[in-house]
Every structure is written in structure tokens, then in C-alpha cells.
């Protein structure tokens, strides 16, 4: 290795124009480096509009496996020229610059390497698929990135046979643009000196796969029983129902007849497709949704429904910026406040909070077990970070054990009750109701769903002690539930006074902040809060620290709102928080920084 040299540790950005197709070079390079046994985490910012804006892939290298984003780049290529100059400004020193040599560099760093690459010429005189030119213009810069890095070209060839593995014509067009910036990486720049270097690893990727949260969510969601769904587009929670749909058409397929065996609804609106599912659900089929905030919004009343009437239903929300339509392309964690207690008057939610996309796919299961088990609507709250980029994980495991439905009754049930059954009545204590499905062949079985006023045999009712009754069974039913759901993964004992509290896909950005922070001589406890309401254990980690800080990706601290009003008065001051809420996902500084700070420690 070269004196000075980085090896496999590096952050790399294309910043290119969206539209351009250069999303399918970006996956060939990650891909590439991925088959080389070395660590990657993609980072995707892209624009809200479908061609022309800015778009940035950031694609994190790390041999100790990092998943969270890093920050500015160490290597960049730049080929849009409306962010040119600010670009050039965000590569951190002694990086390297690729980029079209027709761009000025009037603003020139001296701390940075130059590769200026003729793009736009080498297109036009090598590429001869004029209608593919722009897009295998990317293409050339990836050729170029495989000699800067040193990666085997064969490696390139791996990628983009994975990226365009159903479009095998693809293959050598692709091939054939790649290696047109290969070949001009070694004739004019194979003598340089290289700061960032890539060399294969042993063992780091091996049994993982590159899988993105709404993919796992949906194959999750086969898994877990799920026979409609219904939906509307929406960024960024449409592509977990378009694998949905794929994933039905490869596993829910009838034998005798070909047809598929799950019936997937493209709604009118948001507020159309929660009827959809509801309604299924109703009737017994495991049913879902998906979407994101402003979705949440028009469901907001059929979630009152389905609460007040019991109704099983699962519900992704695949979290954005708002308020509002917000920056729909941009990340965030700003639903939880809003959605755990969803519609209006007294509701509470059971809400699961995956941290990585083998949670995505463990929790959709999970999720329509509990939604049938406590007869009611169950959030599972992903954002854009952990829904639309890949993510490192070990291959999912087979569910081996049986759906739980909950409390159904069949027909000998209600002949066993001889007509004391009743469908809101509490038999067993646990605040849940014994239900029936439509169809069940019993003169007993049939009742009317209600969302008004209702009593213990679903009879209509404005009668004041009634409504206070079932209100409080509900409440009963929901703290009972507390147990069930994912608890905590806690990971204390260092004996240090302070504790972090994170949910979701800022987990990542905790492993390495933690790592930061004892390379300073600071330890500290960590708690991942996996769903809410929140688990009892919550009050024993803050009652064993003296400061505990809560960290989430919205600007007022929703969940360090949320677990303050369910602690113990004399456990409220202990509790701070850190909140990170620019659109990009969190990265490990946005910790260590203001927790430096805040504990006073010089920052280094």
C-alpha cells in the first residue's frame, strides 16, 4: 500500500441531473464494490420533480460496516453544472474531483486532486445508440470511478448484469460505455497518485444482501398472511406496494389456475384505500395500506373508525418532510406524535418503529398478528432513508410459527355460549373482545359494526356509563398490549451516567456515534425504542442514568415528548434531546457534536 493511501474507507458522490438514468450507474458501482466483499450504505437525495433538478447519490465505504451517512464526500463526480461550484466546495481535503472538462475551474480548491474526463465528447464519438446516449453517459463515468478506485472491471460487469438482470440486452451497451471511461482512466490518468483506494475484503459481506425497506416490508407482509391491499401513490411508500405486487405474482400465484391469489387496489385517494383495507379487514381478510404523511392525514377518520369498531388493519407510513406536502423526497421521523394517537377524541395506536430492513420485513409480520390479536389498526412507521435506499442485511428468515388471528369465534363456539356472547363484551379481563367473522354459519353470529355509541352487544347507544365503560376497556386493551410488541434492545452496563434513546433508521447513525464517542473517552448506554406504547423498561434505563438524550429526526422531539408524559414525574428532568431535521438522513456527527456540547467536553 502506498504511504498516505485510505483503504476502503471513503464517502463517494455523484452529483448529477435526475432524469439522466444516472441511478442505474450508481447501483452498477455499489453493486460492483459490494461483490468485492467491501461494506456499502447508498445514500439517495433526490428532487421531488421527474427530470432536470439536482440529484446526489452518496454511496458510504466503510470496512467497519457503517450505515449511516457520513457527511461531504472524499470523492466526487460532478456532472451537473448548476451545482458545479458548490459541489466543488463540499469535497472534504485531499479528495478527488472527476468531472467534465468543459466546466470552469475559475474557483479552483488547491486542496483536492482533478480528473477533468471529456464526457460529453467521449459520448458522442463512442457511443452510437443515440436514443441511449445520456443515459450511457453515466455509464462512462463509472468506468472512469473503477480505474480511480482500482476496481476490477470484472466487477463492473457483475454490477450491471445484478442491476439490469431482467434486461439482458442492456448488458453489453452498458458494458461497452463503462469501459469506454476505463480505457480513458488508464491512458491519461493510470500514473497518478491515489489517496482513496478500494482492495477487496474477506469474510465483510459475506451471507449479506443489498435490500431496500420497502421491499422487505412487502415481502414481510406475504409473509405475514397479508391478502389485500390497497393503496395510492404516494412518495416514498409506492414502492413497497409495487413489490407487493411483484412479490404476489411470483409467490401468491394459484397452481391449477395461474391467477393470483391477493387482491392489491390501486384507490382513487389515500382516504379510499383505508376504507378498502378496513373493510377487508372487517370481514376477516389480513389487510393493509400504505403511505405517507399527507395519506395519513385523509386516513385520519377511518383510523377513529377502526379503532372505535375493532377492526383489524395494518397501515405503513413511509415517513417524509412536512408539514404539508413538504420536501416529499426528503427524509424524516415526523410522524410518530401524529399518528400514535390518530383521529380524534381519545384513540391510541399500536405503532411499530423498525430500525433495519430485517426489522421491516420481522415487523410487517408482526404487525398483522398484533393488528388481529388486539382487533385494531396497527401503524409500522419506516421513513424514506430506511424505505428507498439499500441496506446491508443477513438473508430473512422463514416464519416458522402459526398466524395468530386472535379471539375468533366459530360456529361450535357460539353453540358451545348458547347466546352469551356479545361482540364489545370483555369475558377474559384483557380489555378484548370475542369476534366473528362474516359467513360463520351460527344464527348468533352476526352483529352490526359500529363506529357511534355502542354498548356491549354492538347495540347503538348514546347512554353515558356505556360509552365510559367500553372507552375504558379500550384503554385497558392498549396498555395490556404494551408486552406484546417489540421491546427495547437495550445495551448498558459500561457503568457510564449517560444513555441515548433512539427509534427507526437513526440507529445507525447511534453505532457509529457511539464508536466516535469512546474514542473520546466517553461511554454511553444505548436504548432502541422499537414500538409505542412505550415498554415499562423505558423507566428503569432513565432511572439507571443521570442523563438520558433522545435522539430522532423531527424538530420538536416528538417521542422525547412522548416518553417524558409516560415516566415517573421524578424522572422527567433527566431526559434531553437532540433532534436532526434538514431532509437528509442523520449522520453520526449530528450526535456526538451537540452531545460533546452539551456534556462539555472540548470537541476535538
Keep these: 500500500m502506498t504511504p498516505g493511501q485510505i483503504v476502503n474507507d471513503l464517502t463517494f458522490q455523484a452529483a ?20 468485492m466483499g467491501i461494506p456499502v450504505a447508498p445514500k439517495n437525495v433526490f428532487p421531488s420533480n421527474i427530470e432536470g433538478l439536482p440529484t446526489w447519490y452518496q454511496l458510504r465505504i466503510s470496512a467497519r460496516g457503517y450505515q449511516s451517512r457520513k457527511g461531504d464526500p472524499d470523492v466526487l463526480v460532478a ?24 466546466y470552469s475551474t475559475a474557483d479552483a480548491r488547491d486542496d483536492v486532486d482533478y480528473f477533468p474526463v471529456p464526457f460529453a465528447k467521449l459520448a458522442r464519438s463512442e457511443i452510437h445508440h443515440e436514443t441511449l446516449r445520456k443515459q450511457l453517459t453515466n455509464m462512462i463515468y463509472v468506468g472512469v470511478v473503477a480505474g480511480l478506485l482500482q476496481i476490477p472491471f470484472d466487477r463492473i460487469e457483475h454490477g450491471i448484469q445484478r442491476v439490469f438482470q431482467t434486461k439482458p440486452r442492456a448488458w453489453q451497451p452498458n458494458v461497452d460505455a463503462a469501459r469506454v471511461g476505463y480505457e480513458y482512466w488508464r491512458t491519461h490518468f493510470a500514473d497518478r497518485r491515489i489517496r482513496y483506494v478500494l482492495r ?33 401513490p404516494i412518495t416514498p411508500s409506492s414502492s413497497l406496494c409495487e413489490s407487493l405486487s411483484t412479490y404476489a405474482d411470483r409467490f401468491r400465484i394459484d397452481p391449477a389456475t395461474g391467477e393470483r391469489k391477493m387482491a392489491i387496489v390501486q384507490a382513487e385517494d389515500e382516504l379510499a384505500a383505508a376504507g378498502i383495507a378496513i373493510g377487508a379487514g372487517w370481514a376477516g381478510a389480513r389487510a393493509m395500506t400504505s403511505t405517507s404523511g399527507p395519506g395519513i392525514s385523509l386516513m385520519a377518520e377511518f383510523a377513529g373508525l377502526a379503532y372505535y369498531a375493532e377492526i383489524p388493519v395494518v397501515i405503513f407510513d413511509i ?26 377524541g381519545d384513540t391510541r395506536h399500536l405503532v411499530l418503529l423498525p430500525g433495519t430492513v430485517e426489522e421491516c420485513y420481522e415487523f410487517a409480520q408482526a404487525a398483522f398478528d398484533l393488528a388481529d390479536r388486539f382487533q385494531t389498526p396497527v401503524f409500522v412507521l419506516s421513513d424514506l432513508d430506511l424505505g428507498m435506499n439499500l441496506w446491508m442485511s443477513r438473508p430473512f428468515r422463514y416464519p416458522e410459527r402459526p398466524f395468530d388471528r386472535g379471539k375468533v369465534l366459530s360456529a361450535a363456539d357460539l353453540a358451545r355460549l348458547e347466546g352469551q356472547w356479545g361482540r364489545y363484551r370483555d369475558v377474559d379481563g384483557d380489555g378484548i373482545p370475542y369476534r366473528t367473522l362474516p359467513g360463520t354459519d351460527h344464527p348468533a353470529a352476526g352483529y352490526f359494526t359500529r363506529g357511534s355509541g355502542h354498548d356491549e ?45 433512539a427509534y427507526g433508521s437513526t440507529h445507525h447513525a447511534v453505532v457509529e456515534a457511539r464508536d466516535l ?27 439507571a442514568h443521570e442523563r438520558v438524550y433522545v435522539v430522532e429526526q423531527n424538530r420538536d422531539g416528538q417521542v422525547y415528548d412522548i416518553l417524558r408524559l409516560g415516566l415517573p414525574a421524578e424522572l422527567t428532568g433527566r431526559m434531553r434531546s437532540i433532534r436532526h431535521y434538514d431532509g437528509r438522513p442523520i449522520p453520526a456527527e449530528a450526535i456526538t457534536r451537540p452531545l460533546l456540547e452539551l456534556e462539555a467536553v472540548p470537541v476535538s
Design 200 to 232: 477487496p475484503m474477506q469474510g465483510a459481506t459475506e451471507g449479506l444482501v443489498l435490500i431496500e425497506g420497502n421491499q422487505a416490508a412487502a415481502l414481510g407482509s406475504i409473509m405475514g398472511g397479508c391478502t389485500v391491499a390497497a393503496w395510492y
Design 319 to 344: 415517513q417524509r418532510v412536512g408539514p404539508s406536502t413538504g420536501l416529499p423526497t426528503r427524509t424524516s421521523q415526523g410522524d410518530v406524535g401524529f399518528v400514535s394517537t390518530l383521529s380524534h
Design 79 to 102: 456532472l451537473n453544472p448548476v451545482t458545479w461550484t458548490s459541489d466543488l466546495r463540499s469535497v472534504r481535503p485531499g479528495g478527488a474531483v472527476v468531472y467534465e472538462e468543459s
Design 517 to 543: 464517542l469512546a474514542e473520546q473517552g466517553m461511554k454511553v448506554d444505548y436504548l432502541r425504542l422499537r414500538a409505542l406504547p412505550a415498554a415499562p423498561s423505558i423507566a428503569d434505563f432513565v432511572a
Design 16 to 35: 448529477t441531473v435526475n432524469g439522466s438514468g444516472s441511478q442505474s450507474a450508481n447501483l452498477v458501482l455499489t453493486r460492483a464494490i459490494f461483490s
Design 457 to 501: 352487544n354492538a347495540r347503538y347507544t348514546e347512554d353515558a356509563e356505556a360509552y365510559a365503560r367500553n372507552m375504558d376497556r379500550l384503554a385497558r386493551k392498549l396498555e395490556g398490549a404494551r408486552d406484546a410488541l417489540p421491546q427495547p434492545l437495550v445495551d448498558s452496563g459500561s457503568g457510564s451516567p449517560i444513555g441515548l434513546v
